[in-house]
């Protein structure tokens, strides 16, 4: 099966009605759990940005508090499956300021937990947030720079 071009099945949506449109969100909503996710993003918290950001800081927060801490190795991937959801998360909001929130509260537990592990991959993977992190500042207004610079460094000291 071919899969069709993003503008083709724009055009082919707008020639839908309203209920083939909402039948058809909810057959996509089945198949995946994104898919539902990103639904209930668009549908319920795109409003409220603020919101959104608290909610998922505090599932990130649940995630980190969960973290099974038997060995080095489980960590590691607990905290990379941490990671991938953040990500999921900065995906369904599209925007600069949540993604570097998310990204700086993500590190900021990051390195409350290196130390107590003391991993050279965690220690890796807190460095490249931190030039992620850098980098998406770079792109933002100066005085959200400013903002976001001085609590990366906060977060560095």
Avoid: W
């Avoid at 759990?33 to 639904?39: A, D, G, I, M, R």
């Avoid at 590691?76 to 959801?85: A, D, E, G, H, S």
């Amino acid at each position: 099966m071919k899969t069709a071009t993003v503008t083709e099945l724009k055009k082919e949506l707008k020639t839908r009605s309203q209920t083939d449109l909402v039948e058809l969100c909810l057959k996509l909503s089945k198949f995946k759990k994104e898919n539902k996710e990103l639904l209930t993003y668009l549908l319920y918290e795109a409003d409220n940005e603020q919101l959104y950001i608290v909610n998922v800081k505090q599932e990130i927060d649940l995630q980190f508090l969960e973290i099974n801490r038997k060995s080095t190795y489980i960590i590691q991937k607990n905290v990379r499956k941490i990671q991938r959801n953040v990500k999921k998360y900065i995906r369904y909001s599209k925007q600069k300021e949540t993604e570097i929130q998310l990204l700086m509260h993500f590190s900021h537990l990051l390195y409350d937990l290196i130390p107590t592990v003391n991993s050279s991959v965690l220690v890796n993977l807190f460095n490249r947030q931190i030039e992620i992190i850098s980098k998406k500042i770079g792109a933002l207004h100066e005085d959200l720079q400013f903002d976001y610079e001085r609590e990366l460094e906060d977060l560095l000291e």
